[in-house]
């Protein structure tokens, strides 16, 4: 099935700084979710972007959704050791007459004290 | 608080034996799903369901079973001819609008080994 697929896979960076992970996909879309995910535990949903939408802040977090290219970026500011975590980026894929959300493989986020 | 509980936390599988992973919500949501993660890659989708006493296969349904008799219970048997089973496996759920349209809201997993 088409999947989205996030870059960079991992990415290292000190405490206060800024993060940025992007996400790209195949298909057309009505929205797009990101989720994070802490080692071992289920994700817990971030933001939806919907496809007329081009940027959605909530707190820290910054999502900006480019649907020429194809393409959605997850910026956090100011980073935490509490956003150590994987952040995974979802598009919906239309399967007949059901929607199933696709997932990209992630990205894998070290914020280092 | 409202959520959803998977358990057991670890479960541990004999070969030949089917084992069945339990997911409660009192969300009051109608979708629920089931997710299998491999190291490294990104959710997979088992089966799901948008009502009760409906279900769909989805992308890697063999092997595996499922039952929505209660709106607010998931169970999933993974049978013995699910021959790779090692796996977290994640149950979500959502309000109905469709996938996509609706946050999911996830358990924190059971991981399934084999013995």
């Known amino acids: 099935s088409q999947q989205g697929e996030e870059d960079p896979q991992a990415l290292s960076i000190q405490e206060g700084e800024n993060a940025t992970m992007n996400c790209s996909y195949k298909?057309?879309?009505?929205?797009l979710q990101w989720y994070r995910q802490n080692s071992g535990r289920g994700l817990v949903h971030l933001i939806l972007?919907?496809?007329n939408e081009r940027e959605k802040h909530s707190g820290r977090l910054r999502v900006t959704l480019d649907t020429s290219k194809k393409s959605s970026s997850l910026l956090i500011t100011a980073s935490r050791a509490a956003d150590t975590a994987s952040y995974f980026c979802?598009?919906?894929?239309?399967?007949?007459?059901?929607?199933?959300?696709?997932w990209g493989l992630g990205t894998s986020l070290a914020v280092n004290p | 608080d409202g959520g959803i509980t998977q358990s057991p936390k670890y479960l541990f599988r004999k070969e030949g034996q089917n084992v069945t992973l339990s997911c409660e919500q009192n969300?009051?949501?109608?979708?629920m799903y089931w997710y299998r993660q491999d190291p490294g890659q990104g959710l997979r989708l088992i089966y799901y369901s948008q009502i009760v006493n409906d279900f769909q296969k989805g992308d890697i349904a063999e092997g595996y079973s499922v039952s929505r008799e209660k709106k607010e219970s998931f169970p999933l048997t993974v049978t013995s001819a699910q021959k790779n089973p090692t796996a977290f496996y994640l149950c979500?759920?959502?309000?109905?609008?469709?996938?996509?349209?609706?946050?999911?809201?996830f358990g924190d997993g059971t991981r399934l080994s084999i013995l």
């Open positions: 979500a759920s959502s309000p109905l609008g469709g996938a996509g349209n609706q946050p999911q809201h």
């Open positions: 979802a598009t919906v894929y239309n399967a007949g007459n059901n929607r199933k959300l696709i």
């Open positions: 972007i919907r496809s």
């Open positions: 969300l009051n949501h109608d979708a």
């Open positions: 298909t057309s879309i009505n929205n």
